[in-house]
């Protein structure tokens, strides 16, 4: 199973961009999807995770109000759109998808990061 992140870019504070991050190799709609940030020198982050059905969303307080996670199964792919964004936003994003193993939740996969900054 392949992770694969894209839309990461320079953005100026306030603007918008949209990630997407597509799952190949896997049946795609197993698996709740999630979010992850991480910074330059700082640990990685949560920011926002999706259920497998796409009715459950929950997010990193940080972001709340400002980011959107939605996924479409027909394409095997998760999106992450940021508004408003600030330049403490700026991290390399990276997607996981989690699974319930019958006793815990477990990441299965990740993928690679897709840089995001934000300009002051």
């Known amino acids: 199973v392949q992770l694969q992140a894209s839309g990461g870019g320079l953005v100026p504070a306030g603007g918008s961009l949209r990630l997407s991050c597509t799952v190949s190799?896997?049946?795609?709609?197993?698996?709740?999807m999630d979010w992850f940030r991480q910074a330059p020198g700082k640990e990685r982050e949560f920011v926002a995770g999706i259920s497998w059905s796409g009715g459950v969303t929950h997010f990193d307080d940080s972001v709340k109000g400002r980011f959107t996670i939605a996924r479409d199964n027909a394409k095997n792919t998760v999106y992450l759109q940021m508004n408003s964004l600030k330049p403490a936003d700026t991290a390399s994003y990276l997607c996981?998808?989690?699974?319930?193993?019958?006793?815990?939740?477990?990441?299965?996969?990740w993928g690679q990061g897709t840089l995001v900054t934000v300009s002051s």
């Open positions: 996981a998808a989690r699974r319930h193993t019958g006793s815990r939740w477990e990441y299965a996969f």
């Open positions: 190799g896997g049946t795609f709609s197993m698996y709740n």
